[in-house]
């Protein structure tokens, strides 16, 4: 069955550095985008960053951008989410997503990770 196993979230200070990795199996992630979201408490979900499945169009939160970077390794079954500067607003806990097409455009997302925690703190 279709799976998504994140991990490498954790407690960074701010300013500080995390990788995020999105583990995929069940499925040939080579023919789907994948999505980024994050989850704070008391707050709606919402969209962090998307890729492509060829990794040729990557989208980005305004609030992220200049900060993350995604990526895939389809040889590894892997999306990384690259996250740099961090801030406390960061904080949240970040899911990853398989969506239903190979873009990041006019697509729904029906299989979900378990989510890891990200915690911005000093």
């Known amino acids: 069955q279709v799976q998504l196993v994140e991990s490498g979230g954790g407690l960074v200070q701010p300013g500080g550095s995390l990788r995020l990795s999105c583990a995929a199996s069940?499925?040939?992630?080579?023919?789907?985008?994948i999505g980024w979201f994050r989850q704070a408490p008391g707050k709606e979900r919402e969209g962090v960053s998307c890729?492509?499945?060829?990794?040729?169009?990557?989208t980005y939160a305004d609030s992220v951008k200049g900060r993350f970077t995604i990526s895939r390794d389809n040889a590894r079954n892997t999306v990384y989410l690259q996250m740099n500067s961090l801030k406390p607003e960061d904080t949240a806990v970040y899911y990853c997503?398989?969506?239903?097409?190979?873009?990041?455009?006019?697509?729904?997302?029906?299989?979900w990770g378990q989510g890891t925690q990200v915690t911005v703190s000093s």
């Open positions: 997503a398989r969506a239903g097409i190979g873009t990041c455009h006019g697509t729904s997302y029906a299989y």
């Open positions: 069940g499925f040939t992630l080579d023919y789907y985008a």
């Open positions: 890729i492509s499945y060829s990794a040729g169009s990557t």
